[in-house]
């Protein structure tokens, strides 16, 4: 089965940086997404990029996708307080679109 | 903005109960998901549905999980005899005809 990982496992960067969090996976892919957890809560979905895609932007968010690498960054540009939660990228590559999820990358911004 | 909601927040039950959790997909959403978190683990796909069936579930889902779609708007995970290691969030997902899933804020369920 497919296997999301996500590196790094913990980013601590200060408010108005850039922080930028990888995704690697194994197998082909329909679409790849991006979700946000705040504090063990619910899963916010960001942004889907397809596989056919190279790059999207939305807002402060930045995917870019290389299919050849198996692998997708998540820019997230002058950062927040409010950006402090884990992120997780997840993966579909079956009829169903179930996701297959990484480990997720715990961001904390200090003010 | 219409969103999933999942009932109860928090359900605690002994080793051994039937446990069953509510979700209510956005309306006009034609495919449903539940997925699960242990503490400190990676999300995993349990089942997906469509069409009142299940079109898809995973190695975890076996004999003891069931879901419905009783009526027009709810849809539930049944539980049919708890263990320990089933403690865990559960989240619902559902999703129009496109791929981005919106997520329920979870059922934190622990086994005692």
């Known amino acids: 089965s497919q296997q999301g990982e996500e590196d790094p496992q913990a980013l601590s960067i200060q408010e108005g940086e850039n922080a930028t969090m990888n995704c690697s996976y194994k197998?082909?892919?329909?679409?790849l997404q991006w979700y946000r957890q705040n504090s063990g809560r619910g899963l916010v979905h960001l942004i889907l990029i397809r596989s056919n895609e190279r790059e999207k932007h939305s807002g402060r968010l930045r995917v870019t996708l290389d299919t050849s690498k198996k692998s997708s960054s998540l820019l997230i540009t002058a950062s927040r307080a409010a950006d402090t939660a884990s992120y997780f990228c997840a993966t579909d590559g079956g009829s169903n679109y179930q996701l297959i999820w990484g480990a997720g990358t715990k961001l904390i911004i200090k003010p | 903005e219409p969103e999933v909601t999942q009932t109860p927040s928090h359900q605690v039950t002994q080793m051994g109960q039937e446990v069953i959790l509510r979700c209510v997909p956005i309306?006009?959403?034609?495919?449903f998901y539940w997925y699960r978190q242990i503490l400190g683990q990676k999300v995993e796909f349990l089942v997906s549905?469509?069409?009142?069936?299940?079109?898809?579930k995973s190695e975890i889902f076996d004999d003891q999980f069931s879901v419905e779609r009783p009526d027009g708007s709810n849809f539930t995970l049944k539980i049919r005899s708890t263990k320990l290691e089933d403690s865990a969030m559960y989240f619902c997902?559902?999703?129009?005809?496109?791929?981005?899933?919106?997520f329920g804020p979870g059922t934190r369920l622990t086994v005692t």
């Open positions: 997902a559902s999703r129009p005809d496109s791929p981005e899933q919106y």
């Open positions: 549905f469509y069409n009142n069936e299940i079109s898809e």
């Open positions: 197998t082909s892919i329909n679409n």
């Open positions: 309306s006009n959403h034609l495919y």
